[in-house]
């Protein structure tokens, strides 16, 4: 499975991005999309998740509930992050996370994209 993910930028505090990610290969299925940040420093911190197929549930990291937005076009494999009133505390590098099998099997596996920046200006 591979990522592209696209959408960061520059933007002044209040403002809005949207990031966006395509899944791309075959012979698996998507269970779980979603999106991970990393402000300088070495921890990464997950900020929304959404389920491939209905039974599960969204989530979202507290300090985004009410701002981000996650969603997905599952015929083209792409997930969406709608990020509105933005901070300067949500500068970071923003990475796509997918979990997936492979056809007929159980093992999940987990890939990331390669990122890409959102920096908020106060």
């Known amino acids: 499975v591979q990522l592209q993910a696209s959408g960061g930028g520059l933007v002044q505090a209040g403002g809005s991005l949207r990031l966006s990610c395509a899944a791309s290969?075959?012979?698996?299925?998507?269970?779980?999309m979603g999106w991970y940040r990393q402000a300088p420093g070495p921890q990464r911190e997950s900020v929304a998740t959404?389920?491939?197929?209905?039974?599960?549930?969204?989530n979202y990291a507290p300090a985004v509930q009410g701002r981000f937005f996650i969603s997905m076009d599952n015929a083209k494999k792409t997930v969406y992050l709608q990020m509105n009133s933005l901070k300067p505390e949500d500068t970071g590098v923003y990475f796509c996370?997918?979990?997936?099998?492979?056809?007929?099997?159980?093992?999940?596996?987990?890939?990331w994209g390669q990122g890409t920046q959102v920096t908020v200006s106060s």
């Open positions: 290969g075959s012979g698996f299925t998507l269970m779980t």
């Open positions: 996370v997918v979990w997936w099998r492979y056809y007929g099997r159980t093992y999940m596996r987990e890939n």
């Open positions: 959404i389920p491939v197929n209905s039974g599960g549930t969204t």
